[in-house]
Protein backbone atom coordinates (compact mmCIF):
# COMPACT_ATOMS: atom_id res chain seq x y z
CA UNK A 1 0.00 0.00 0.00
CA UNK A 2 1.28 3.69 -1.08
CA UNK A 3 -0.95 6.18 0.95
CA UNK A 4 -4.62 4.89 0.59
CA UNK A 5 -3.71 3.06 -2.69
CA UNK A 6 -2.74 -0.83 -3.84
CA UNK A 7 -0.19 -0.15 -6.18
CA UNK A 8 0.89 -3.20 -8.38
CA UNK A 9 2.85 -4.13 -11.39
CA UNK A 10 1.16 -4.57 -14.71
CA UNK A 11 1.64 -3.98 -18.29
CA UNK A 12 5.38 -2.70 -17.51
CA UNK A 13 3.72 0.02 -15.39
CA UNK A 14 3.23 0.62 -11.74
CA UNK A 15 -0.47 1.29 -11.44
CA UNK A 16 -2.76 2.46 -8.19
CA UNK A 17 -5.44 0.84 -7.31
CA UNK A 18 -8.02 2.70 -5.34
CA UNK A 19 -10.64 -0.22 -3.93
CA UNK A 20 -8.82 -3.61 -3.29
CA UNK A 21 -8.94 -6.49 -1.00
CA UNK A 22 -6.37 -7.50 1.92
CA UNK A 23 -5.52 -10.85 2.18
CA UNK A 24 -5.70 -11.94 5.97
CA UNK A 25 -5.46 -14.87 7.87
CA UNK A 26 -8.39 -15.38 10.36
CA UNK A 27 -8.33 -19.36 10.71
CA UNK A 28 -4.34 -18.72 11.49
CA UNK A 29 -3.28 -21.34 9.14
CA UNK A 30 0.23 -21.74 8.76
CA UNK A 31 1.50 -20.08 6.18
CA UNK A 32 5.17 -19.45 5.28
CA UNK A 33 8.01 -17.36 2.76
CA UNK A 34 9.52 -19.63 0.85
CA UNK A 35 12.98 -18.73 -1.31
CA UNK A 36 12.40 -19.72 -5.15
CA UNK A 37 13.98 -17.92 -8.71
CA UNK A 38 13.39 -18.73 -12.16
CA UNK A 39 10.08 -18.80 -12.11
CA UNK A 40 9.95 -21.60 -9.27
CA UNK A 41 6.21 -21.54 -7.82
CA UNK A 42 6.81 -24.37 -4.73
CA UNK A 43 3.99 -26.45 -3.78
CA UNK A 44 1.32 -24.74 -1.35
CA UNK A 45 1.51 -21.84 -3.39
CA UNK A 46 -0.92 -18.95 -2.20
CA UNK A 47 -3.09 -17.93 -5.58
CA UNK A 48 -3.34 -14.15 -5.58
CA UNK A 49 -5.20 -13.94 -8.52
CA UNK A 50 -5.81 -14.46 -12.26
CA UNK A 51 -5.01 -12.72 -15.70
CA UNK A 52 -5.95 -14.17 -19.20
CA UNK A 53 -4.43 -17.60 -19.53
CA UNK A 54 -2.51 -17.85 -15.81
CA UNK A 55 -3.15 -18.02 -12.40
CA UNK A 56 -1.35 -15.27 -9.93
CA UNK A 57 0.92 -16.69 -7.37
CA UNK A 58 1.99 -14.07 -4.25
CA UNK A 59 5.96 -13.40 -4.23
CA UNK A 60 8.17 -10.91 -2.26
CA UNK A 61 11.48 -9.57 -3.25
CA UNK A 62 14.00 -7.59 -1.99
CA UNK A 63 14.32 -3.73 -4.20
CA UNK A 64 16.09 -0.72 -3.46
CA UNK A 65 16.47 -1.15 0.32
CA UNK A 66 12.82 -2.77 0.72
CA UNK A 67 11.22 -5.76 0.54
CA UNK A 68 7.93 -5.36 -1.94
CA UNK A 69 4.96 -8.28 -2.51
CA UNK A 70 4.47 -9.16 -6.09
CA UNK A 71 3.24 -11.88 -8.55
CA UNK A 72 5.31 -14.31 -10.46
CA UNK A 73 5.63 -13.95 -14.02
CA UNK A 74 7.39 -16.18 -15.84
CA UNK A 75 10.85 -16.80 -14.88
CA UNK A 76 10.39 -13.35 -12.15
CA UNK A 77 8.69 -11.99 -9.18
CA UNK A 78 7.14 -8.95 -10.83
CA UNK A 79 6.81 -6.15 -8.48
CA UNK A 80 5.59 -2.49 -8.50
CA UNK A 81 8.17 0.82 -7.74
CA UNK A 82 8.55 4.14 -9.11
CA UNK A 83 5.58 3.72 -11.79
CA UNK A 84 7.39 0.45 -13.34
CA UNK A 85 7.02 -2.80 -13.51
CA UNK A 86 10.33 -4.30 -12.03
CA UNK A 87 10.93 -7.79 -12.92
CA UNK A 88 13.04 -9.85 -10.22
CA UNK A 89 14.98 -13.08 -10.72
CA UNK A 90 15.04 -14.57 -7.15
CA UNK A 91 12.08 -14.27 -4.27
CA UNK A 92 10.27 -15.60 -2.14
CA UNK A 93 6.75 -17.42 -2.42
CA UNK A 94 4.00 -17.50 -0.17
CA UNK A 95 2.75 -20.92 0.92
CA UNK A 96 0.88 -22.91 3.49
CA UNK A 97 3.37 -25.87 4.60
Given at each position: ?18 N ?56 N ?21
Amino acid sequence: MVASNCNISYGGREIEIRNYEVLTNPGQRSLQWVAASGGQVPGGAVLGGQEPGRSLYICRAGYQNGVHPGKVVASNCNIGYGGKEIEIRNYEVLTTP
